[in-house]
């Protein structure tokens, strides 16, 4: 009988162990990660960021902007018509387009890092394979995939939006303009050279030069804490937390890494709610034009200047037996770019570094939930909205696009972050 108080009293000890330890566990200090990224604040690891992923703007550029300076050389090469000269910009895009969606997906689901050092390695493979083509249809094909690869580049941006604090990213994120510019100067100067000199595949080959450096120094900067975080991979997003506040000099927050359980990931049919529908259209729409317009004035600049006014002369047509089109007859069908031509590149693309610098920075760019990005970034338009509504919606096409449809939409005339 006497052992039995004994039992009750290492009973009642335990309990009141056990109570000890539940209220130590709620009085505990927790951060999360946005926590963690605005203690942190801005040093030298967002300056690396910054010129790292800021130059895969770079390798962006002289990707795209390759068809522009070689569209005169390969209608030459192959005597193609008009349409098909136009055929591989547009097989670009489709790439570009259907891998946006896809390489998106997969970011989710297997990283940011991951997908954009993929993107890197296939858009710098094919782009070599592109400067062997024997043929057009082998150029359209690799060109194509050329366009799959450079849509990865985009998780560049979103892992430098995820390290950023808030009130940087109005300002740095549309910096790195600045980088899709200079790639665009060093691809119009690179052709002038090399186009009349050793040829275009030349060109190709020294344009696959930045990505491939590029990939090698990819290595430097982590995986996204907050990807980390949506997939409950803790311990990651906390050791790169530390390595960026012992790289800036700060210490971290104090208390626990925590993130608020999400109930769902966000899906593509949430853009479909009727509570959503008109916004999503009216961004698809809205992007539709300025793609249309940006990238059909710069792309079709090479179109006007190839055909200046020789082609209105009346020099007799140069008759080719092989094809009978009306375009194969016209003195302008071989008209190479000349050094005039490229200079007038190099101002239109000029011009846009002053608009630049002249447009005024953005507000800061709201966070969206990890788990929605890259698939997009929310659009602030519906800060309004509650967040749980607004976070299972209306995040359309990619981050890169929605980000600068809230820049423009929340800054008035601000500089773009695309």
């Not at 296939?122 to 359209?140: E, G, H, K």
């Not at 049919?269 to 729409?285: A, E, G, S």
């Amino acid at each position: 009988m006497a052992t039995a108080p004994k039992e009750v009293e290492n009973a009642i000890g335990l309990e009141e162990i056990h109570t000890e330890r539940k209220e130590a566990t709620k009085g505990q200090k927790t951060f999360t990660v946005e926590e963690a990224v605005e203690t942190i604040g801005f040093g030298r690891f967002h300056i690396m960021l910054f010129l790292i992923m800021g130059s895969t703007g770079v390798a962006e550029a002289m990707e795209i902007m390759l068809i522009a300076v070689m569209s005169p050389l390969i209608r030459c090469e192959w005597q193609l018509q008009g349409w098909q000269v136009a055929l591989v910009t547009t097989m670009v895009f489709f790439g570009y387009m259907v891998f946006s969606v896809v390489l998106g997906l997969l970011a989710d689901r297997y990283g940011r890092w991951k997908i954009l050092l993929l993107s890197f390695l296939w858009a710098a493979y094919f782009s070599l394979l592109t400067s062997f083509a024997p043929s057009y249809i082998w150029f359209v094909f690799l060109r194509t995939m050329v366009g799959g690869g450079v849509a990865g580049h985009a998780q560049g941006l979103i892992i430098k939006t995820e390290f950023l604090p808030t009130k940087y990213r109005g300002y740095m994120l549309p910096l790195t303009q600045v980088f899709w510019l200079a790639g665009s100067l060093l691809i119009i100067g690179l052709a002038s050279v090399v186009n009349p000199t050793i040829g275009w595949r030349w060109l190709i080959r020294i344009a696959s030069i930045p990505g491939i450096l590029l990939i090698l120094v990819f290595k430097f900067i982590p995986e996204s804490a907050r990807y980390n975080v949506s997939t409950g991979n803790m311990g990651a997003a906390l050791a790169t937390l530390q390595r960026i506040a012992k790289m800036n000099g700060v210490a971290m927050p104090e208390g626990e890494l925590r993130e608020p359980a999400k109930e769902r990931r966000g899906r593509f049919k949430d853009l479909m709610h009727p509570k959503y529908l008109r916004t999503t259209l009216q961004i698809w729409i809205i992007w539709l034009g300025i793609a249309f317009a940006y990238y059909g004035v710069i792309l079709a600049s090479a179109e006007l200047l190839e055909r200046d006014l020789v082609c209105h002369s009346a020099a007799p047509p140069v008759q080719d037996s092989s094809d009978d089109s009306e375009e194969s007859h016209s003195p302008c069908h071989c008209h190479l770019f000349g050094p005039t031509a490229y200079q007038t590149m190099i101002i239109s693309t000029v011009g846009e570094i002053a608009r630049n610098l002249i447009s005024p920075p953005c507000p800061p760019i709201p966070y969206a939930q990890p788990e929605l990005t890259p698939k997009a970034l929310a659009v602030h338009a519906l800060s309004d909205v509650p967040g749980d509504e607004r976070n299972s919606a209306l995040l359309a096409t990619s981050g890169t696009q929605a980000m600068s449809l809230w820049q423009r939409g929340k800054g008035g005339h601000c500089s773009p972050g695309e």
